[in-house]
């Protein structure tokens, strides 16, 4: 069975498992204080061309998100995004938890625009009873988003403006930030995001990495203690040297970018291959995350030999499927399921 259900199904790059390896007679201090973690925010800095922002390593992507998030807003204050967003659908409510409300907003393919955000902000400029409501403090978006799209740099510019205009910190959840980075219709660097962003972050998890986000800081105001809303929040790895090494493994010749780009070429065969045989897409995307609407006897025919996303259902015969490639998916299972899908 080979497995396109998503792209945390393997365990490192083998760059890294050899740089964990060869390191591992080794001594260093903890809790991201090392040499390792050092050289992994000067290789990563290269990319931002930003000398404020600031580069802290955790764990995963909830925790990187309901930690930013709490240690950012006041505790009469909410987070904007859309409807289909990581903190509305897929994490238990840990936001929630942290006592900060998320406010949804319709998306588009994913995604939200800066006039939506606009007329949220305005919504409770002009109430008459803003002590009542809880106020928008920070505006979160993912890119790519839950359907694999991203957004354009002019999106950014104009999201963040609307936020800067209004007061709000933006917060971009980059989890799959390498895919769509790599994407052939990507005009966005991280030079952008360290310039349009307050925060936001560069995921390793499902970019190559055992584990572990980069969380880039580039708002100087919000820098100051961040460490401690780590360690409250138990995310500060007394090993920290183990996040470090790996960010400077996937950043210090180019290979994150080499990786995700690889993957994102082998969707667009995937796509290619439904393409051809007439079967449509549920959503356009240009990374990792291909979105197809199959008829039953089509998912049962490929189940045979793949394991996919079942994600909605669309009527008695049809639902919804996610293909999902990685960093670690090889030209012969792109190969096996293309034919699969040709022979449908």
């Known amino acids: 069975m080979l497995r396109f259900n998503n792209d945390y199904n393997h365990g490192a790059h083998p760059a890294i498992l050899k740089a964990l390896t060869d390191t591992n007679d080794n001594a260093y ?16 800095a290269k990319y931002l061309q930003n000398p404020q922002s600031q580069i802290h390593f955790l764990v995963g992507g909830t925790q990187a998100n309901y930690t930013v998030i709490a240690s950012i807003l006041r505790p009469y204050q909410s987070v904007l995004c859309a409807e289909s967003g990581h903190i509305a659908v897929h994490e238990t409510g840990a936001v929630e938890h942290t006592g900060h409300k998320v406010e949804t907003l319709p998306h588009q393919n994913g995604k939200i625009t800066a006039g939506q955000i606009e007329e949220a902000a305005v919504a409770y400029e002009t109430s008459l009873i803003p002590e009542h409501i809880t106020q928008p403090g920070m505006v979160y978006i993912s890119s790519p988003t839950e359907f694999g799209t991203i957004y354009t740099l002019r999106e950014l510019e104009d999201i963040s403006a609307a936020c800067r205009a209004h007061g709000l910190y933006l917060f971009l959840d980059g989890a799959r930030l390498g895919y769509g980075l790599g994407a052939s219709d990507n005009d966005v660097q991280l030079s952008d995001l360290a310039r349009l962003t307050d925060v936001f972050y560069i995921g390793g998890t499902k970019c190559g990495a055992l584990f572990g986000e980069a969380v880039v800081i580039n708002n100087p105001e919000l820098q100051k203690w961040f460490r401690n809303n780590i360690k409250q929040n138990g995310g500060m790895l007394a090993k920290g040297w183990l996040l470090g090494l790996q960010f400077l493994t996937l950043f210090k010749d ?27 897409s549920f959503i356009e995307s240009c990374t990792n995350q291909q979105f197809v609407v199959l008829t039953n006897a089509q998912m049962e025919a490929l189940e045979k030999n793949n394991i996919f996303e079942f994600e909605s259902r669309i009527d008695d015969d049809h639902a919804c499927v996610r293909f999902c490639t990685s960093w670690a998916t090889k030209q012969e299972e792109i190969d096996s399921l293309v034919a699969d899908i040709a022979a449908l």
């Open 29 to 44: 201090g903890g809790y991201g204080l090392d040499e390792v973690c050092d050289a992994a925010k000067e290789e990563i």
């Open 254 to 280: 180019g290979l994150y970018m080499e990786i995700a780009r690889k993957a994102d070429e082998y969707a667009m065969q995937i796509k290619e291959a439904f393409a051809k045989k007439n079967i449509p």
